[in-house]
């Protein structure tokens, strides 16, 4: 089974709406969890894990930030080489963590992080996205995206090497909006940085982008 794991997102239920957009035949391999940490935390998910899947961002939403008991199981999820696909501010799932803060290529930094890295921030803005001239063959498989309006993540914090798969070029600068990074135990991180509000978490080109990561992260 793929593990979604999710948060509503201040209301917004940006998760949910990928999932419900997803075609029939992959959902039918999805066990999907909001708000849900319990889930998480007894590390049943484990059992039949293909693919762990997050868009929530640990101690927001007036959810708390996943116990010692998640980190357990999200550590020996990642130690024995598990993809994961980070979709929005996941690379800050679980940024109380430092062994996870370690692990992201790509970071999306809080104001009150515990390195004392500078903050990420977001502009607004309806936007494109497009691909990039990547040697990665994944990258000629993703569509490009004109989306209504959505947080567009900037000054985020670069830890290592990454392929740069997608990104977007807006007044503030040009920044990622996919990128893969290779784990110290040989699995794969995507992360995809669109989807915050519902407007452009359900748009066909973004759910798509979704269906062909997910695909390429389950071989």
Request: net charge negative; hydrophobic share 40%; aromatic share 10%.
């Amino acid at each position: 089974m793929i593990q979604f794991f999710a948060d509503d997102h201040y209301d917004a239920h940006p998760g949910r709406v990928i999932y419900d957009a997803l075609p029939d035949e992959l959902r039918t391999r999805i066990a999907f969890h909001e708000n849900d940490w319990q889930a998480l935390s007894s590390g049943a998910w484990l059992q039949d894990c293909e693919l762990l899947v997050l868009h929530l961002i640990g101690g927001t939403c007036d959810q708390p930030h996943p116990d010692g008991a998640a980190e357990k199981h999200i550590r020996q999820w990642c130690e024995q080489g598990g993809n994961l696909l980070l979709l929005h501010g996941s690379s800050a799932a679980f940024w109380e963590w430092p062994w996870w803060r370690k692990l992201m290529a790509l970071r999306w930094v809080r104001a009150e992080d515990p390195d004392g890295a500078p903050e990420s921030y977001h502009p607004v803005h309806p936007y494109e996205v497009t691909r990039c001239d990547s040697a990665n063959p994944l990258a000629a498989r993703l569509r490009e995206m004109s989306l209504p309006k959505d947080e567009i993540y900037a000054k985020l914090a670069e830890q290592g090497p990454f392929d740069l798969l997608l990104e977007t070029s807006i007044p503030e600068g040009r920044f990622p909006q996919c990128v893969q990074q290779t784990t110290p135990w040989k699995g794969t991180i995507i992360h995809f940085l669109p989807g915050h509000y519902a407007c452009g978490a359900g748009h066909p080109d973004l759910v798509y982008n979704v269906k062909i990561l997910i695909e390429a992260l389950m071989k």
